[in-house]
């Protein structure tokens, strides 16, 4: 059973009329899998994007078609929270948001709305979530041939920071035979809706993942709560990560790519952040084609058949 979705996940998409939106709704439908019940631009109602009804908001696309599980989020940085609100507002319990550039006060709110709702937000600044056989809910993998070749069903649940190296480290594992059970693009802003230390009890807890493999990049604390769970929880899942930007060490108050990756002291450093993980017993390797190697070693010495 993978972890936040399946085939029989219901969702729908709010600015679904935009460029991006058409994009994604388009390659989740070709992909299979996931139910898209509706969309949402105020102003459109009536029309459909590849056969998918357009509604003026949440409240009538519900009345309409029922409650769904979830919603992809994709609206201009200025609505988007207000698009946010309004699904949580509306009772959907997953949202992922793949705008980028939201105001970081407007994401802390709309995090600590979703808590206070019981909901989960992925994102902001992400690719969503894949469970490969199963269902896709964002752009992980692009068009859905691409996604095929990409991800593949198995053992190995993936985090990443980055969209497309979610999909680069699924590629290597699919490759060397390792499939995934989920994979999730957690965003790369400095605030996100749920981090690894958040979406780890969900893999702990599924039987189908049998070890983790994440992309990590300096700046930020989501490594060091990371470590303190593993540490604290005494894992059953071996893990593997990857750091990217060692280089950055040097050069305090550099940007690396993400708006969440800035170094500002030591302990956002990656050399930190890789003491920090290895102490807790986490390995971590120097090129993404070790990620593979090492994680069937270790799933052979818990005797995992793969």
Known sequence: MPILISRDTTCIVQGITGREAVNLTRENLNY?????TGGVTPGRFGRDVYGVPVYD??????????????????????????????????????????TENIPRRQVAQMVELAGLRGARIIGPN?????????????????????????????????????GGMTTEIASTLTASGLGQSTCVSIGGDAIVGTTYAELMPLFEADPATKAIAIYTEPGGRMEAEF?????????????????????????????????????EGK??????????????????????????????????????AL
């Open 32 to 36: 299979g899998g996931l139910k898209i």
């Open 57 to 98: 908001c949440v409240r009538d696309l519900i009345r309409a078609q029922g409650q769904p599980d979830a919603s992809i989020v994709s609206v201009p940085p200025r609505f988007t929270r207000d698009a946010v609100f309004e699904a949580l507002e509306n009772g959907i319990r997953l949202v992922v948001v793949v």
């Open 126 to 162: 992400c690719l969503g979530v894949i469970s490969p056989g199963e269902a896709k809910l964002g752009g992980l993998g692009g068009p859905a041939e691409n996604t095929r070749q990409a991800y593949m069903p198995g053992p190995v649940g993936l985090m990443s920071r980055s």
């Open 227 to 263: 470590s303190e769970w593993v540490r604290a929880n005494n894992t059953r899942l071996p893990v593997v990560a990857f750091m990217a930007g060692r280089f950055m060490d040097e050069m305090k108050g550099m940007r690396f790519g993400h708006a969440g990756t800035i170094v």
């Open 267 to 304: 302990e956002d450093s990656s050399a930190e952040k890789i003491a920090r993980m290895e102490d807790a017993g986490i390995s971590v390797v120097e090129r993404i084609e070790e990620i593979p190697v090492l994680l069937r070693r270790q799933l052979a010495e818990q005797g995992v």
